[in-house]
Each structure stands twice: as C-alpha cells, then as structure tokens.
C-alpha cells in the first residue's frame, strides 16, 4: 500500500504569504512526493521480508486492523485540524514548524532504526533518515538567508536548544 506524502508542505504552500518561501515550500512539496516513495519501498520491504521470513501472506487480526481503520479516521481530523490551524499562522510559523517536524521525525526515524535488523530494511530505512537530514539541511540554509530569521531563530532556540541555529 503505498505511503500517501506528508500533508503539511502542501497545506503551508497553500496559505504562505511571503513570495520567498513560495519556492521553498514547493521544494518541500517535491520532496514529500520523493519521501513518500522511499517510505512506501521501506514499507513493501519489510512486509516482503516478514512474509518471506513467516512462510505466508500477512493477515492482520481484527484488533489490527481496528487500529488501521482508527488511524485513518485519525488523520481525516488531522488534516482538517492542519487547515484551521494553518489559517492561524503567520510565515514564521510555517517556516518553525516545518524546521521542527523534520527534527522531530529524524529524531523519531533513528529512535525506529535500531529494530531494522534485516539489511536491506536497515539500508532503506538509513535512506530515508538522510533524505530527511537534507530537507532539514535545506530548511536551515534558507533560514541563515530569510528575513524571517530574526523571528525564527528566537522560537526555535526555545523549542530545541540542541538545534544548531543562531542570530548573527
């Protein structure tokens, strides 16, 4: 089943004022598309190699697929959680959050990789953490650039201290 693209670049492309961080978000937005399919390849990876290893096609039991069906549910309410929020933020805002959702999700990725033991999983796995590390790389080099530093920089050293981030 393939892995849909984060929503967030493309409700932030959507409601972005600044005509610089126009471009940026619509890198982000190719980007997503470009993750999405690496996560979806990490995916069919490890459903390929629990089935290979178990003998037989996965079956999910009813409290799985319980769960499945909830998450699901879950993210309808988030996406129209992220539309209202998104019409509350200011360009600061987008850039903060899109600079702290790429930290809080390698952060989460390396804590993950420690179970990829299979070596292909792990090779998957160690990609897409580095693709994640270059959309943070290219989040932060736009920041050192933006006219919106002076009102990030101060957020996200509240937020993340360790964020390797300062004002001139």
Wanted: proline share 6%; charged share 30%.
């Amino acid at each position: 089943m393939p892995v849909p693209p984060e929503l967030y670049p493309f409700v932030a492309l959507r409601h972005v004022q600044s005509p610089e961080l126009i471009p940026l978000f619509q890198d982000l937005c190719s980007r997503a598309e470009a993750l999405a399919a690496l996560e979806t390849d990490l995916s069919e990876t490890i459903l390929r190699n629990r089935e290979a290893r178990d003998g037989k096609p996965l079956q999910y039991t009813r409290r799985q697929r319980e769960f499945l069906e909830e998450a699901d549910a879950d993210a309808v309410k988030a996406r129209s959680d992220m539309e209202r929020y998104a019409l509350q933020m200011d360009d600061a805002g987008f850039l903060v959050n899109a600079i702290m959702n790429e930290r809080q999700m390698i952060q989460m990725k390396e804590y993950l990789s420690r179970g990829w033991s299979d070596g292909d999983v792990r090779e998957k796995g160690t990609a897409t953490v580095e693709f994640r590390k270059e959309t943070l790389r290219i989040l932060l080099e736009f920041l050192e650039a933006s006219p919106l530093r002076d009102q990030v920089v101060p957020l996200l050293s509240v937020l993340d201290p360790k964020l390797e981030v300062s004002l001139r």
